[in-house]
C-alpha cells in the first residue's frame, strides 16, 4: 500500500480509512484532482459469467464510494476485450466465448451492477467497449497505437513475466489485451473526461499501459489507482466458498446463501470486511470489528444484512437474517433453507452420500465431501452421516425433501425434479 501523505479529498481520505488503496500512481496529483471538483472514472468488467460475484465486490463498492461523493463512476463492459481474455496473472489462456455467450453474460453483468450502483440521470454511466473495438482496422490500430508500445517494457510487467515462464506461454491474442485495454482509456478520456481508471492490483501493469498512452497521444494527465487483493485471514481468496463462486445474482445463488456467506466470516476479517463491503461509517466498522467472544457474531450477522443490503435490497437482507435466526437459533423453518433440485434418477438405485453432498454444492469436490464425513461434519435430515458410501434413496424424503447440513451453518433441502 501506498505510504501516502495527509489526503484532503473526501473519496480518497474515505478509501483509504477503509482500506480500499493498495498503489496510486500519483496520489498527491490525483488528491489535488479531485479537491479542485468532481472527476469520471471507470472499472472494467469482462463478461467472463452472466453474473458478477463476490469476487468483483471491492471494485465495485469503489465504484460506490466515487457516487457517494459526487464524482461520476462508468462500469465499463468488456464486449470487445471478451473476444480476447485477459491472461493477468493466469496459469492458461480463457477459452474463447462464441458471440451469443457474450452477449448473455453482458445483459447478467449489467443486471449485476444494477443491483450495486444507481444509473439514474447520468450518476453512473454504462459503456461497452465493443462499440468502439469491434470498429477498428487492424494497420490503424498498429499506425496510432502500436507504434506508442515498447516490447521490452510490456515483457517487463510481473504478470506477463509469471506467463512466460509456465509451460504453456502466452499467445499473441492475449498479449494483445493490454493494448486493447490502453485503447479503452484513451476512449473514454476522449468521450466522458475520464481521468481515472481503478481496478485490483493485478491490473497495475494495464493502467500504466494507459496512462501513458493517453500522455503520449493526447498530453492527457491520467492517474491510476489499484484495490489490494482481498483474501481472508486463512489466506483464501475472497469470493470462495465449496459450492463455487458466490455470486451476486439471486437466480445463481439464493439471497439466504448470500446472506450466510458473509455470516461465516472469520473473526479477525469482520471490520476489515465491513469497512470494505458495507456503507457503515469507518469508526462503527471498527467498533464491531473489535468486539470478543460471542459478540462478533452478532457483528458477523451485522455484516451479513448489511452487504446483502447492498446487493438485494434491505427487505430481502432482513428476511434472510430472519430466516437465519429461526433456522439456527429456534432450531426450526427448514422452509426457509436455500433449496437445490437434483434429478430424481440419482436416487433411483441410490446414490453415494458423498456424491450427494457435492452435487447439492456443500462440497467442491468428491474429496472434500469424503473429508467432510469423515470428520462428522456432514448430517442428513440432522442425522450424522459416517459412511461416506451410504446410499441415499428415495425412502429418506421427508415430505419430498432432503435436508442436508455441513457442519453446524450450512444446510440446505433437496428437492428432486
Known sequence: MSNSPTLKSPFLQEAQARGMIFQCTDLEGLDEVMLAGPITAYVGFDPTADSLHVGNALAIMTLRLLQKHGHTPIALLGGGTAKIGDPSFRDEARSLMSADTIAHNLAGIEGSLRQFLNFDDGKCLLANNAEWLDRLSYISLLQDVGVQFSISRMLSFESVKQRLEREQGLTFLEFNY????????????????????????????????????????????????????????????????????????????????????????????????????????????????????????????????????????????????????????????????????????????????????????????????????????????????????????????????????????????????
Not at 469497512?275 to 473489535?290: H, I, N, Q, S
Not at 436455500?338 to 436416487?347: D, G, I, Q, T
Open 178 to 417: 493490454s493494448i486493447l485495454q490502453s485503447y479503452d482509456f484513451r476512449e473514454l478520456y476522449r468521450r466522458h473526461g475520464a481521468i481515472l481508471q481503478l481496478g485490483g492490483s493485478d491490473q497495475w501493469g494495464n493502467i500504466v499501459s494507459g496512462i501513458d498512452l493517453g500522455r503520449r497521444t493526447d498530453s492527457a494527465r491520467l492517474f491510476g489507482l489499484t484495490t489490494p487483493l482481498v483474501t481472508t485471514a486463512s489466506g483464501a481468496k475472497m469470493g470462495k466458498s465449496a459450492g463455487g463462486a458466490t455470486w451476486v445474482n439471486a437466480q445463481k445463488l439464493p439471497v439466504f446463501d448470500y446472506w450466510q456467506f458473509w455470516r461465516n466470516t472469520e473473526d479477525a476479517d469482520v471490520g476489515r470486511f465491513l469497512k470494505l463491503f458495507t456503507d457503515l461509517p469507518v469508526d462503527e466498522c471498527e467498533r464491531l470489528g473489535a468486539l470478543e467472544g460471542a459478540a462478533i457474531n452478532d457483528a458477523k450477522k451485522i455484516l451479513a444484512t448489511e452487504a446483502t443490503a447492498i446487493c438485494h435490497g434491505r427487505a430481502a437482507a432482513e428476511e434472510a437474517a430472519e430466516a437465519a435466526r429461526t433456522v439456527f437459533e429456534q432450531g426450526a423453518g427448514v422452509a426457509a433453507l436455500p433449496e437445490k433440485m437434483l434429478s430424481a434418477e440419482l436416487f433411483t438405485q441410490g446414490i453415494p452420500a458423498f456424491k450427494l453432498f457435492t452435487e447439492a454444492g456443500l462440497a467442491g469436490s468428491g474429496g472434500e465431501a469424503r473429508r467432510l464425513i469423515r470428520g462428522g461434519g456432514a448430517r442428513l435430515n440432522d442425522t450424522v452421516i459416517h459412511d461416506e458410501n451410504h446410499l441415499v434413496t428415495q425412502n429418506d424424503l421427508h415430505d419430498g425433501t432432503l435436508k442436508l447440513s455441513s457442519g453446524k451453518k450450512k444446510h440446505i433441502l433437496v428437492r428432486l425434479s
